[in-house]
């Protein structure tokens, strides 16, 4: 149990890190998940991406 959280944790940190801050970006120029998927081809899921995108938003307070 322990070592399942530490790998999740871990993972979303790596992503966060490679591509957190690209995406944020693209959020704050006016992109959508959508568009942030259909011209960047990150190796994220879809939605790994969206839930990026939603929380960052949440906590914009947009």
Known sequence: MENSYFNEALSNFTKDFAYGGAIRHLVDKGYTAD???REFHYPLSRE???KMVADYRKGRND
């Open 48 to 50: 790994t991406i969206e």
């Open 35 to 37: 568009r942030i998927i």
